[in-house]
């Protein structure tokens, strides 16, 4: 790849730091012949990596765990969906102008969709961090009956008050058979892709299950869930659709899905 004084920059910012982003972007930007490059660096000091991006006039940067709420302070616009959720995932430079986005909750609804309808479906999601928020907030959007369980009982409250849902602790999770589907938004899984907090044998067939894992195709709880039956939605579908949002922000051109989805499974799959 051969870069230009008028190549577009974009990153992404992250600790630990994941090839995936560069895989699709690029393949992306290549196949549509875009002067646009996407790096992905391990940042350890946020505030000075967003200095970094303003002065080196990148076009925008995506914002993985666990910056997606500590961002918020260091930029001069937030979107309305992003102060609503209080999470930012995706951050746009407009002439020096930098904006906060949060395009996890449409990745997310994209991708249910394409199994079920949403409104009034009773959905427990597991989790309150910054993908939870982004979940919750597109789940109320769609008219879904939702409940938070984490293992911060008041982090889950606090998430619950602002988008009028239930809540509880991990313990509760026994008691999963009452909900049509359910939604893992916690760490679990990610590092340790044999982890799943939940039990096959409290799966129903008739449930979906939503696990927002990307460390494989396949986490452990998307392989229970469809060893008994269940429809599953994996996390690199949500990972995906996102990546799809944020590519049309950064370049206003429509994003080639099927280009950028080969590329992500196909390392994935190795």
């Not at 630990?16 to 996407?38: I, Q, R, T």
């Not at 992905?40 to 991006?53: C, N, P, R, S």
């Not at 006039?57 to 937030?78: A, C, H, Q, W």
């Not at 008739?206 to 396949?218: A, G, P």
Request: proline share 2%; net charge positive.
């Amino acid at each position: 790849m051969i870069t230009t004084p008028e190549t577009k920059i974009c990153s992404s910012m992250a600790n630990p730091v994941s090839p995936l982003g560069c895989l699709m972007y690029n393949s992306a930007f290549e196949h549509l012949k875009l002067n646009y490059v996407y790096f992905a660096f391990a940042v350890t000091d946020l505030e000075k990596a967003i200095k970094g991006m303003r002065a080196l006039n990148f076009r925008g940067t995506t914002i993985s765990m666990p910056y997606k709420i500590e961002v918020m302070k260091y930029l001069d616009k937030l979107d309305e969906t992003a102060k609503s959720i209080g999470a930012v995932n995706v951050v746009v430079n407009d002439n020096g102008i930098l904006t906060g986005y949060n395009s996890d909750w449409i990745g997310a609804m994209t991708a249910l969709k394409e199994v079920t309808k949403i409104k009034d479906k009773r959905i427990l999601v597991l989790g309150a961090g910054g993908a939870a928020r982004a979940i919750v907030y597109g789940l109320a959007k769609e008219g879904a009956k939702i409940k938070i369980l984490n293992r911060t009982v008041s982090r889950a409250e606090e998430l619950a008050k602002t988008f009028n849902a239930e809540f509880g602790g991990l313990n509760e999770i026994k008691d999963i058979s009452k909900y049509d589907i359910i939604m893992n938004a916690t760490s679990v899984g990610h590092k340790d892709t044999r982890e799943s907090l939940i039990d096959k044998n409290l799966l129903g067939s008739k449930q979906i299950v939503f696990d927002t894992v990307i460390s494989s195709l396949e986490s452990r709880l998307i392989k229970d869930a469809k060893g008994v039956g269940c429809k599953v939605v994996p996390g690199w579908k949500m990972l995906l659709y996102q990546a799809v949002w944020n590519f049309e922000k950064f370049t206003g051109m429509k994003a080639p899905v099927d280009i950028m989805e080969k590329a992500l499974k196909g390392w994935m799959s190795k």
